[in-house]
């Protein structure tokens, strides 16, 4: 069984920030972002209150899927820079009380990894799963090895061979977990683990954290998997954290992970508790999605309870043994700022974040407001369905006024994707600028939730009113109330005094609770 812990006691009180590397910040002028650029606006994260970032991955890569495709996992991708770059980063960060997380990708390789090149020419090597007659979803061998191998997403990230749950000897590429190439992936996965621990990176994001075994009905053995992994993380390097990109936090951390997203997929719902918040139809959508309006937006045609029974059932299982991580959105899924929700809606979307028992991941930008981008070509397979292009939450960092927001001394034609083309788009140095902007609200409330334990992620947590607004209670003494749509709303109180924190358009006075539109409130309850 894994530890009983719920990891090191730092991860209780992060503030994740997730930075995708080839949009932040560009050194050195190719219009690609670095480890050098990340590191000159590491003021940045600590004036806005960030203790954790999670890097998108920065191994060698082909980038054919934006370097999920890993062709080295011990080495960075060059136009990062090197493993020395990337320590001077991570020490620099550590400086100013920031750890940086990697993401790992572990159930597949790139079809141009050394393991994958031996191994398609070579009928003895089962680190990757391959079969000898035509299987569906099976890619033909690109080398003089006869047969088909298994992809684990796109055609060119073949999955490594962790085993079967269920196997058979009548389909022989079924191979138990404790065969011979199952049992050396797993020591790999080990190994590459230990390297970047061993240069000071405080852990990882597991990519597809629930797809290693296959067949698994339940996810019994992947779980096993995971467990065993954690119980050596807590012997070897117990300050060290372990997120999943799985989507259901109860089974995550059942499975060993100190944390899991909820996110746009995964679990029994699909995803639908996230995107039931944030989603409204104008960014990243898959056809098959079934879902009503989403609760932030400004017709007040949603509900929250959608997500409140989710969390409600998931905060139960992980209770004292893991976390749960909300995030604002990430590299496959659309920003807040997107369609038509506008600037005025955000606030409260972030008041709602910081305030719920919950670990808030703020995807990078967000913090701003920049936008989702539509209508953006094909980069690095960032394109999923007709609807569903990811490259338009991929957009370079705007950090100041002018042709490339700062982000690169580049011609236009060469950054790694265009810059948002609205004149009135955010940026970093005006908002600083400007105590009202939502990058200072998100500073103020980010100050807040850490001067107010019980506002954190372990504090109590009671639903008083489930619609617009949205009232709870957080560890018995505080008020919270958020109102995403564009009409007031009133309610009832039975409290007495209540302290402003930091409040928006919300008002406590006479047994009633007033919020405007667009508004939201923290108050200490006396």
């Given amino acids: 069984m894994t530890s009983p812990r719920p990891g090191p006691d730092w991860l209780a009180d ?71 770059d990337l320590v001077v980063l991570v020490e620099a960060a550590r400086r100013k009380g920031i750890r940086i997380l990697l993401d790992l990708v572990a159930g597949h390789t790139s079809d141009r990894h050394p393991w994958f090149l031996a191994a398609a020419e070579d009928p003895a090597d089962h680190r990757y799963i391959w079969s000898d007659q035509r299987v569906d979803g099976f890619v033909a061998s690109p080398g003089s090895r006869p047969g088909w191998y298994r992809p684990n997403f796109f055609d060119c990230q073949p999955a490594l061979n962790f085993g079967y749950a269920r196997p058979s000897s009548v389909e022989p590429w079924r191979q138990p977990v404790d065969a011979e190439g199952p049992r050396a992936n797993r020591a790999a996965l080990r190994d590459v683990m230990a390297h970047w621990l061993g240069l000071g990176l405080a852990g990882f994001r597991v990519d597809m954290a629930s797809s290693l075994v296959k067949d698994d009905p339940g996810l019994v053995e992947t ?69 009503g309006p989403c609760y932030f937006e400004a017709e007040g045609r949603g509900t929250p309870q959608v997500f409140l029974e989710a969390w409600r059932a998931a905060a139960e299982a992980t209770e004292g043994v893991g976390h749960i991580a909300l995030p604002t959105a990430n590299h496959d899924f659309s920003r807040l700022a997107t369609g038509p929700r506008t600037d005025e809606q955000l606030a409260a979307a972030f008041a709602f974040l910081f305030t719920w028992p919950t670990l808030p991941a703020v995807y990078y930008g967000d913090e701003i407001g920049m936008r989702y981008l539509p209508g953006l070509p094909d980069v690095e397979g960032s394109v999923l369905g007709p609807r569903y292009n990811r490259a338009g939450s991929r957009t370079p960092m705007q950090w100041e006024p002018g042709p490339a927001a700062g982000f690169s001394s580049a011609p236009p034609e060469r950054l790694y994707l265009p810059v948002d083309p609205d004149p009135r788009r955010p940026d970093v140095l005006s908002q600083r600028a400007d105590p009202t902007s939502l990058l200072h609200t998100v500073r103020r409330l980010i100050a807040l939730r850490r001067a107010h334990p019980g506002l954190g992620a372990s504090g109590g947590v009671e639903v008083r009113r489930a619609g617009y607004p949205l009232v709870y209670t957080r560890a018995g003494r505080y008020l919270v109330a958020v109102n995403p749509r564009r009409e007031p709303g009133v309610v009832r109180l039975e409290h007495g005094g209540a302290r402003p924190l930091e409040v928006r358009g919300v008002r406590v006075a006479d047994g009633e609770l007033r919020a405007d539109g667009f508004s939201y409130g923290v108050f200490e309850l006396s």
Avoid: M
């Fill in 223 to 291: 779980a096993k998997l995971w467990t065993g992994l954690r119980d050596w993380l807590d012997r070897t390097h117990p300050q060290a954290a372990l997120f999943a990109e799985w989507g259901d936090p109860a089974a995550a951390v059942a499975a060993g992970f100190h944390a899991d997203f909820f996110l746009q997929f995964g679990g029994a719902d699909r995803g639908l508790p996230l995107r039931s918040l944030w989603n409204n139809g104008a960014g990243t959508v898959e056809e098959f999605w079934q879902q």
């Fill in 14 to 84: 992060a503030v994740l920030y997730q930075i995708y590397p080839q949009s932040f910040a560009d050194s050195d002028g190719d219009g690609i972002g670095d480890f050098a650029g990340i590191a000159a606006h590491l003021d940045h994260l600590a004036w806005l209150g960030v203790d954790t970032v999670w890097l998108n991955p920065c191994f060698a890569s082909p980038f054919r899927d934006a370097g999920y495709d890993v062709a080295d996992y011990l080495a960075p991708a060059p136009r990062y820079g090197g493993t020395e």
